[in-house]
């Protein structure tokens, strides 16, 4: 019995030790999840429209003396989607099926974009409170009346850095190159436009570091002057939806980030001095 009571409070003072260790704030025992396990991965579906209707005009448009409405939407039409997916790319489709069918099925959201979509949030590894967006993606143009793919094409998601405070904000702006590859049946030139897209984020947890896509928005699209810029210089030309399949488990939590490893600047420092020869 004397030894097996020895035995037990050795054990527990041992217990009560690696606790406290781990209880106590720059205790280097803390500090031991590698950067990757804070890397969120998600799949996502969406439907995206376009705005062409009067109520997207500037004041200006609509206030000039005998405006022809439909006018200045052929006229938007033909700009957006010019730059969209490039001139040549646009004839063929006015071509195919005429602008003024094509403008009353987009005011009526009967040509829309389904898509899919990966993207990889990574923390920073010299500084946790920043991350990098990046991912790609497919979409489709489709028209709902026949079912047919009008074009179709990729688009990635550019790795820009971002903050853990945008978050918080309920928003987060991400670069995006399109690229349209195909419009079937047809010789397509391929063509890049950068949008931006804004993306809104569920707050209600951010107190305990945990956000989510919010699924209840309206995101929005804008076709983008270039990379660097911000939405004030960018115009909006739609939104979309995200499908709302899973979305129950799909959280984007930061609640470890006091346990990540923090001596990333000292290895990579260290891999310099490697490989430039440095003793």
């Known amino acids: 019995m004397y030894w097996q009571s020895v035995v037990d409070a ?7 030790w690696h606790v406290l260790c781990l209880t106590l704030a720059g205790c280097s025992l803390t500090q031991i999840v590698p950067i990757q396990m804070a890397r969120v991965s998600q ?5 995206q429209t376009f705005s062409f209707l009067a109520s997207s005009f ?7 003396d005998g405006a022809d409405i439909t006018q200045f939407q052929n006229q938007r039409i033909d700009k957006v989607f010019s730059r969209l997916l490039g001139p040549d790319n646009w004839q063929t489709l006015k071509d195919l099926y005429g602008l003024g069918a094509l403008r009353e099925e987009l005011i009526r959201e009967e040509i829309f974009v389904q898509g899919l979509t990966n993207f990889t949030i990574y923390l920073d ?11 790609m993606g497919r979409y489709f143009l489709i028209r709902e ?3 047919e793919i009008l074009l179709s094409g990729d688009f990635q998601i550019l790795g820009d850095r971002h903050f853990i405070d945008e978050l918080d904000r309920g928003g987060l702006v991400v670069n995006v190159r399109l690229f349209t ?6 010789p397509t030139y391929i063509h890049e436009a950068p949008l931006k897209y804004k993306i809104f984020i569920d707050t209600r947890m951010k107190q305990d570091g945990i956000y989510a896509i919010d699924y209840t928005k309206r995101h929005q699209v804008y076709l983008a002057q270039d990379r660097d810029g911000d939405l004030s210089g960018a115009d909006m030309i739609g939104t979309f939806v995200m499908s709302q399949t899973g ?4 959280l984007i939590d930061f609640r470890g980030i006091n346990f990540l490893r923090s001596d990333y600047e000292k290895k990579l420092r260290e891999n310099r001095s490697r490989g430039l020869g440095v003793n």
Do not use: M
Request: proline share 5%; net charge positive; hydrophobic share 25%.
């Open 145 to 147: 009346k026949t079912k």
């Open 125 to 135: 590894p010299l500084d946790h409170q920043s991350f990098v967006a990046e991912g």
């Open 10 to 16: 050795h054990a527990l003072l041992t217990v009560t």
């Open 247 to 250: 979305q129950a488990i799909k």
């Open 43 to 47: 799949t996502e579906s969406y439907r």
């Open 58 to 64: 500037s004041e200006r448009d609509r206030n000039q």
């Open 181 to 186: 590859s195909r419009i079937p049946r047809q």
